[in-house]
């Protein structure tokens, strides 16, 4: 929990500074670039994480990885390393993306069904939830065979349960009360 509200402060702290130099499309790049590093390669986190490569060693090699990025976010992360805070990157990447979204109006849904939606379905749902939000929508789509049928749908900090797996359960539930 520690960390996620660091990461936060961080994230809107460069999220303040991208602003203030109208560099929001370029840190945003830059950012995106530093998640792809973390999903593409495992050894990415182990090296921001060990404790045995030294601070400077570091700001060197993640000089050398990014170089084609801009001042700004290379400062940036220099200072995050700086403040022993590395291990948190992708982590303040992860949520700088997620603050950018919310000051663009941009509200992310996931809609999780045990088949891939039909256009009418996908209307049926998207018209629902556009009603209850204000923002444009960004919906990911997944296929989970274990819902059996139904659908699972997660914005925000909310999650509508419509699956069958979860009916089946409270049903499991009452009936050995």
């Known amino acids: 929990m520690k960390s996620t ?8 702290a460069l999220l ?33 994480n060990s404790p045995l490569i030294k601070v400077d060693k570091k700001i060197e090699v993640l000089n050398q990885l990014f170089s084609d990025f801009d001042a700004l ?17 992708t982590e303040i ?10 000051l663009r109006g941009i509200v992310p849904v996931s809609i999780t069904s045990a088949t891939p939606l039909d256009s009418k379905t996908r209307e049926v749902i998207m018209s629902k939830i556009s009603a209850s939000v204000k923002g444009k929508l960004e919906v990911e789509e997944l296929v989970d065979k274990d819902l059996i049928g139904g659908f699972i749908v997660r914005m925000e900090d909310k999650q509508i349960d ?13 009936l050995t009360k």
């Open 16 to 48: 303040e500074l991208a602003q203030d130099q109208n560099k929001l499309e370029v840190v945003e790049s830059n950012v995106n670039s530093i998640l792809r590093a973390s999903k593409e390669s495992n050894d990415f986190q182990v090296f921001l």
């Open 73 to 89: 976010t290379l400062n940036f992360i220099a200072l995050t390393t700086n403040n022993g805070r590395e291990r948190l990157i």
């Open 93 to 102: 990447a992860n949520s700088f993306i997620t603050q950018l979204k919310e």
């Open 162 to 174: 419509a699956s069958v797996a979860s009916q089946l359960n409270r049903m499991k539930q009452e």
């Open 5 to 12: 509200k660091s990461a936060g402060r961080y994230a809107k």
